[in-house]
């Protein structure tokens, strides 16, 4: 986390933390966020990334990356 910190300029907000819920049943669905965008003070913040495994291609997650990024780009564009 402290690398993070010291790499990252602004906060992650709900970009890779968990959203889903737990019902009083027991049942539970849950996922990690690897794409969102926040709007806060009339200005969106997009955020994306991707699951790096061990046999992941760094540059290929990075452009898969960007793409998410754009795909919600245009959607905020459209509104």
């Given at each position: 986390m402290?690398?993070?910190?010291e790499l990252e300029p602004v906060s992650r907000g709900p970009y890779t933390g968990s959203f889903g819920?737990?019902?009083?049943?027991g049942s539970m669905d849950l996922n990690i966020i690897i794409r969102t965008f926040v709007i806060k003070n009339g200005?969106?913040?997009v955020q994306a990334g991707a699951g790096i495994v061990a046999d992941s291609d760094p540059e290929k997650e990075y452009y898969e990356s960007l793409k998410k990024a754009e795909a919600l780009i245009r959607t905020l564009e459209r509104l």
């Amino acid at each position: 986390m402290e690398i993070i910190d010291e790499l990252e300029p602004v906060s992650r907000g709900p970009y890779t933390g968990s959203f889903g819920y737990i019902g009083f049943s027991g049942s539970m669905d849950l996922n990690i966020i690897i794409r969102t965008f926040v709007i806060k003070n009339g200005f969106a913040y997009v955020q994306a990334g991707a699951g790096i495994v061990a046999d992941s291609d760094p540059e290929k997650e990075y452009y898969e990356s960007l793409k998410k990024a754009e795909a919600l780009i245009r959607t905020l564009e459209r509104l």
